[in-house]
């Protein structure tokens, strides 16, 4: 019930607000959240008709059709399987009352208006996605290295058991478990999950 009242208690229009660390659980987001596995909220723009949610582990948004509609869309994009690129901030002329944050996740593009008294609130959620965006593209990049790397030291070895004669099955069966432990470590290193680091180093609420 209290949520239903929350965009009323909180003062929002159409123009999006940043909601407050103390506010997040008026917001229906929350419900989406999976704080049984230590997801946790760290920044949240919410206007009358959706919610932006942003977690240590993905961007939640509930999408509404309009202001008056209880009708919603709930959308979860994690952002270890879809990618941050293209982020940037428009910020506020002489008579406009909002600013835009702009992202593209996965295919997805995002514009979303703020009103521009969270200009500093948005600067920080602005860094935060930028360094999520890189570090997204340095641990792709690492991987697909590190599987370059396996496929030629696989063939190299392959060529050298060869030549020794040994015993096929064998040598399949070392190097086989070798290049898949070492595989799944470089994925464990490069394949993100929480990104919890980055919104406390860059999220100062």
């Keep these: 019930m209290f949520k239903k009242v929350a965009s009323d208690v909180l003062g929002l229009s ?3 607000s940043v909601i407050q660390p103390a506010d997040y659980d008026k917001v229906d987001a929350d419900d989406y959240v999976l704080h049984e596995d230590n997801e946790k909220i760290y920044f949240l723009i919410k206007s009358k008709s959706d919610e932006y949610c942003f977690t240590n582990k993905a961007l939640i948004h509930l999408d509404g059709t309009s202001a008056v509609s209880k009708k919603r869309t709930l959308k979860r994009y994690s952002y270890r399987e879809y990618s941050i690129s293209n982020v940037m901030l428009e910020t506020a002329g002489t008579v406009d009352l909002d600013v835009e ?3 593209v996740i996965g295919s997805q593009a995002f ?9 500093e609130e948005l ?3 602005y860094k935060a ?7 997204c593209r340095e641990n792709e990049v690492s ?3 590190a599987e370059k790397s396996l496929t030629l ?11 020794q004669d040994a015993s096929v099955v064998d040598n399949f069966r070392v190097l086989n478990e070798t290049a898949f432990n070492w595989l799944m470590n470089s994925r464990k290193k490069y394949n993100v999950k929480d990104f919890g680091y980055v919104f406390e180093k860059y999220i100062n609420n």
Excluded: C, P, Q
């Design 101 to 103: 944050i702009k992202f």
């Design 143 to 145: 991987m697909e290295y």
């Design 14 to 16: 159409d123009v999006g």
């Design 129 to 135: 996605l930028i360094r999520i965006s890189e570090i």
């Design 123 to 125: 600067k920080d959620l």
């Design 153 to 163: 030291a696989s063939s190299t070895l392959g060529r050298s058991v060869s030549n």
């Design 111 to 119: 514009s979303i208006d703020v009103h521009k008294k969270h200009i």
